[in-house]
T-cell receptor, first 115, second 110 residues
C-alpha cells in the first residue's frame, strides 16, 4: 500500500510567478485535501476535492486553485505568488466519509519559498 | 470565525512525568477532535481522535473531551525524549473541515 507522495519537496519562486504542486493519493483513497502551514502555525485548510470537484474551501483567494484527476491525484495551483505564500503545503488523502475517524494520510509536504 | 486555541509553549516536562496538553474550540457544532504530533520539518501524524465526551486511552496517551466546556486535552504518561515535538489539536467542524490550532511545543528533558 503506497502512501501519499508530494512533488516537488522544495522549490523557490519569485513574487508574481505561478506554481503547481502535485499530490498522488494513497491507494484506495478518493478524496484529497490541501493545507497551507506557515512557519510556527497550524495547517490552514485550502480546499478539498472529491470526484474531481471542489468540495469545500477555506478562506483563500481565487488565485489558489486545484484539480483532481480520475486516478484521484491532485494539483494545487497558485497564481501571482506573494511573499506570504511561503509555507509548507500539505496534501492529505482519505476515503470519503472516513475523515471523521481520522482517516487522513498526509504527504511529506512541499516547502515553497517566495522571494 | 471558527477557532482552535492552544498554548504555544514550550512546555517542558521531565522524562517519566505526565505531560498535559490543552485545547479549546469555538464551534459548538464540531464533531470529531484530533491530536496530531509533528516533528520539525515533517508532516503531522495522528496520535488519537475522540468524538464522545469523556476519556479515551491508547497506550501512554489519553484524550479527554468536554463538549460543554468546548475543551479537549491530551495526557502523555511516562514521557520519553522521543515525545518531544509540536502537538497540534484539530477539530472537525460542522462542514467536515479540519480547523487546526497553532500547536504546543513539548520538550521532554532527560
Amino acid at each position: 500500500e503506497t502512501g501519499v507522495t508530494q512533488s516537488p519537496t522544495h522549490l523557490i519562486k519569485t513574487r508574481g510567478q505561478q506554481v503547481t504542486l502535485r499530490c498522488s493519493s494513497q491507494s484506495g483513497h478518493n478524496t484529497v485535501s490541501w493545507y497551507q502551514q506557515a512557519l510556527g502555525q497550524g495547517p490552514q485548510f485550502i480546499f478539498q476535492y472529491y470526484r474531481e470537484e471542489e468540495n469545500g474551501r477555506g478562506n483563500f483567494p481565487p488565485r489558489f486553485s486545484g484539480l483532481q484527476f480520475p486516478n484521484y491525484s491532485s494539483e494545487l495551483n497558485v497564481n501571482a505568488l506573494e511573499l506570504d505564500d511561503s509555507a509548507l503545503y500539505l496534501c492529505a488523502s482519505s476515503r470519503w466519509g472516513q475523515e471523521v475517524v481520522g482517516g487522513y494520510t498526509f504527504g511529506s509536504g512541499t516547502r515553497l519559498t517566495v522571494v | 470565525q471558527k477557532e482552535v486555541e492552544q498554548n504555544s509553549g514550550p512546555l517542558s516536562v521531565p522524562e517519566g512525568a505526565i505531560a498535559s496538553l490543552n485545547c479549546t474550540y469555538s464551534d459548538r457544532g464540531s464533531q470529531s477532535f484530533f491530536w496530531y504530533r509533528q516533528y520539525s520539518g515533517k508532516s503531522p501524524e495522528l496520535i488519537m481522535f475522540i468524538y464522545s465526551n469523556g476519556d479515551k486511552e491508547d497506550g501512554r496517551f489519553t484524550a479527554q473531551l468536554n463538549k460543554a466546556s468546548q475543551y479537549v486535552s491530551l495526557l502523555i504518561r511516562d514521557s520519553q525524549p522521543s515525545d518531544s515535538a509540536t502537538y497540534l489539536c484539530a477539530v472537525m467542524d460542522s462542514n467536515y473541515q479540519l480547523i487546526w490550532g497553532a500547536g504546543t511545543k513539548l520538550i521532554i528533558k532527560p
